[in-house]
């Protein structure tokens, strides 16, 4: 496994990464859930979905062009 030649571009721009640290953050924040979920307006089953989304978006944002990561030269 090799990184791709411009992974700094793919890291800084690429909407893909951007998501993923989105679904990071809040996978770090289910570590505080049991501590705030009766003070939550939103239900498991809905917390689940957001989750979901957030990880199918970063998953297609991968395979959309991106003219800031890959510029045509």
Same mark, same amino acid.
């Given at each position: 496994?090799?990184? #791709?030649?411009? %992974? /700094?571009?793919? *890291?800084? +721009? =690429? %909407? &893909? #990464? /951007?998501?993923?640290?989105?679904?990071? $953050? !809040? &996978?770090?924040?289910?570590?505080?859930?049991? !501590?705030?979920?009766?003070?939550?307006? $939103? &239900?498991?089953?809905? /917390?689940? *979905? #957001? +989750? !979901?989304? $957030?990880?199918?978006? =970063? *998953?297609?944002?991968? !395979?959309?062009?991106?003219? =800031? #990561?890959?510029?045509?030269?």
């Amino acid at each position: 496994m090799t990184l #791709v030649p411009n %992974w /700094r571009r793919v *890291l800084r +721009y =690429a %909407w &893909s #990464v /951007r998501i993923l640290a989105l679904a990071a $953050i !809040f &996978s770090g924040l289910e570590v505080a859930l049991p !501590f705030v979920d009766a003070q939550l307006p $939103i &239900s498991d089953r809905g /917390r689940a *979905l #957001v +989750y !979901f989304v $957030i990880t199918v978006t =970063a *998953l297609l944002l991968r !395979f959309v062009a991106q003219p =800031a #990561v890959n510029p045509k030269d």
